[in-house]
């Protein structure tokens, strides 16, 4: 009886969901990284609702929820920590009085799934700066925003391969003065 009850309640849960913010049912399939039959057995409520910890990650991620809120969801043995730029890009979000969904519609389809692993922390913010520079323009970064956002990025990035910062200060501080002054319009 609890598998007819839990299946009910995610079920009902998405269909609402999709119907409140008359989400087509093919770009949230798009957003989720599934077809679009497998959102239709989401919905049916007569076939059993999902218990793979992505998918109910990307779901969850979507619809800015707590995956935790389907019955399914299995909380994974290996945590996903989220980066300081990670936490920064959320609160741009919400600064904007944006929901993920009208965050992610604000892009192309075929990138919005690399959006949502990127917002559920599974996949790290890109360090390319003209896919930054997207991000930024939708969430209305001025250059110097933008440019801090990229530092901060590829200073995480050379970091976890190994590169000492403060041993290599002068090359890195002269890599980002460099980096600066070609991308900041001078006045």
Known sequence: MKNNIAKSESSKIVSDFLEKTKL???????MIGVTLSYVYNLIDDNVPFSSRTITLERIATVMDINPEEFIEYQIPQ????????????????????????EFLKMFERKKRLELVDILRGAKPI???????KKIANALNMNDEELFLMWK????????????????????IDAMFDCAHKNIIPKN
């Open 24 to 30: 087509h049912k093919k770009d949230f399939a798009q």
């Open 78 to 101: 290996e945590v996903i920590g989220f980066s300081e730029n990670l936490l920064m890009l959320k609160d741009l979000i919400k600064q904007n009085n944006l929901t993920t969904l």
């Open 126 to 132: 890109q360090i390319d700066f003209s896919e930054l």
């Open 152 to 171: 901060s990025r590829m200073i995480e990035y050379l970091t976890e391969g190994g590169f000492n910062i403060e041993k290599n200060r002068s090359l």
